[in-house]
């Protein structure tokens, strides 16, 4: 698929707007459908795209897998981080009311903000790291 | 809809059609979904369902080939457990209040209830989906990332191995990959 013209040009034109889509879905979440989990799987939809037509090769270049992994890693301790805050601040693990001292529901906004983008991070790089590994396999095996 | 198109994947024996229809069945449940007024999941039924599992599925019909093992017999076994499975999971379902009826238990439950009217001004968010996911059920989300995240390790564990050392077990089978 690397060589045919209208599929790259198409990929190229396409996946700014992938990406743009999933942070859209990502912080419209609070008012719509949506939210971390979809945002985090169409942002990796669009380097999937990309990968596909541009090979895994170009795709490490510009998003390497040691870097999605840390993505990975990096969600869970995000969330984990806001639970940890919340206690830090005096209230129980993961209770956002605490996160701003003064107005309750704007540490409900922050904290739920916080952990969709945690949620955001590890699947993203959760799903882009599957993906490497199997497209990555047949050039380990030959 | 969704039954004929389970039945299309089973009668197919080309491997990379079967990928392609169960990609249309995730996507026909995804409206399915969407009739019932369940927006969030049938978003996330499109997404993965449709999109990242099939493309998965592809990049592992490239490694393993995409002709099914003919198989003539048929095996009366695991057809027989399925079968009873199958009614055991209808007769199931007959107890299960009817759709979209008043009076179920879970349109008076107080936890109900207590999400759909104090949620906006708890929370503030708009969206009781996101809230109940985020805020008031957020250990089990963060339980889901968890999850997730140990899907990664297990993957990188198990596919992103070095090159396998060439052994004579290898070498003489070439479908033991």
Redesign the interface.
Same mark, same amino acid.
């Given at each position: 698929m690397e060589d045919n013209v209208i599929l790259r040009v198409a990929t190229k034109i396409l996946t700014p707007y992938i990406l743009l889509f999933a942070l859209y879905?990502q912080f419209h979440?609070?008012?719509?459908? !949506?939210?971390?989990? @979809?945002a985090g799987?169409?942002f990796? /939809?669009g380097f999937?795209l990309y990968t596909?037509i541009y090979g895994l090769e170009t795709a490490r270049r510009v998003l390497p897998?040691k870097f999605a992994?840390l993505c990975? /890693?990096l969600?869970?301790l995000i969330?984990?981080g806001v !639970?940890i805050a919340t206690m830090m601040k005096g209230g129980e693990?993961?209770n956002?009311n605490y996160l701003d001292s003064h107005n /309750?529901?704007?540490g @409900?906004?922050l904290?739920?903000l916080l952990?969709?983008l !945690?949620?955001l991070t590890?699947?993203f790089?959760?799903?882009v790291?599957?993906?490497y590994?199997? /497209?990555?396999?047949?050039d380990?095996?030959s | 809809m969704l039954v004929i198109t389970a039945l299309i994947v089973v009668r197919l024996e080309n491997l990379f059609t079967v990928a392609m229809v169960t990609g249309i069945y995730s996507l026909l449940s995804a409206v399915f979904f969407t009739l019932l007024d369940a927006?969030?999941v049938?978003?996330?039924e499109a997404?993965?369902g449709a999109? +990242?599992s099939t493309? &998965?599925m592809l990049?592992?019909l #490239? &490694?393993v080939g995409h002709q099914q093992k003919k198989r003539k017999t048929v095996q009366w076994f695991p057809l027989t457990i399925v079968t009873i499975t199958g009614l055991l999971l209808m007769y199931g379902t007959l107890d299960i209040p009817p759709f979209g009826e008043g009076g179920n238990p879970i349109h008076g439950h107080a936890t109900t209830v207590h999400y759909l009217e104090e949620s906006s001004?708890?929370?503030?968010?708009?969206?009781v989906?996101? #809230?109940v &996911?985020? #805020?008031y059920r957020?250990?089990d989300?963060?339980g889901?990332?968890?999850v +997730?995240?140990t899907?990664?390790v297990g993957? &990188?564990l198990l596919? #992103?191995? =070095?090159? =396998?050392k060439p052994s004579k077990d290898v070498e003489g089978d070439p479908s033991g990959?």
């Amino acid at each position: 698929m690397e060589d045919n013209v209208i599929l790259r040009v198409a990929t190229k034109i396409l996946t700014p707007y992938i990406l743009l889509f999933a942070l859209y879905v990502q912080f419209h979440g609070d008012y719509g459908p !949506g939210g971390g989990f @979809q945002a985090g799987v169409i942002f990796a /939809a669009g380097f999937v795209l990309y990968t596909l037509i541009y090979g895994l090769e170009t795709a490490r270049r510009v998003l390497p897998l040691k870097f999605a992994a840390l993505c990975g /890693a990096l969600g869970v301790l995000i969330y984990a981080g806001v !639970g940890i805050a919340t206690m830090m601040k005096g209230g129980e693990f993961l209770n956002y009311n605490y996160l701003d001292s003064h107005n /309750a529901e704007h540490g @409900q906004h922050l904290g739920i903000l916080l952990v969709e983008l !945690g949620v955001l991070t590890t699947v993203f790089g959760v799903m882009v790291v599957i993906f490497y590994s199997f /497209a990555g396999r047949r050039d380990i095996q030959s | 809809m969704l039954v004929i198109t389970a039945l299309i994947v089973v009668r197919l024996e080309n491997l990379f059609t079967v990928a392609m229809v169960t990609g249309i069945y995730s996507l026909l449940s995804a409206v399915f979904f969407t009739l019932l007024d369940a927006v969030d999941v049938a978003f996330t039924e499109a997404a993965v369902g449709a999109g +990242i599992s099939t493309v &998965l599925m592809l990049g592992t019909l #490239s &490694l393993v080939g995409h002709q099914q093992k003919k198989r003539k017999t048929v095996q009366w076994f695991p057809l027989t457990i399925v079968t009873i499975t199958g009614l055991l999971l209808m007769y199931g379902t007959l107890d299960i209040p009817p759709f979209g009826e008043g009076g179920n238990p879970i349109h008076g439950h107080a936890t109900t209830v207590h999400y759909l009217e104090e949620s906006s001004h708890e929370t503030g968010m708009p969206n009781v989906v996101t #809230s109940v &996911l985020a #805020s008031y059920r957020g250990y089990d989300t963060m339980g889901e990332t968890t999850v +997730i995240f140990t899907a990664m390790v297990g993957v &990188l564990l198990l596919m #992103s191995g =070095r090159k =396998r050392k060439p052994s004579k077990d290898v070498e003489g089978d070439p479908s033991g990959r």
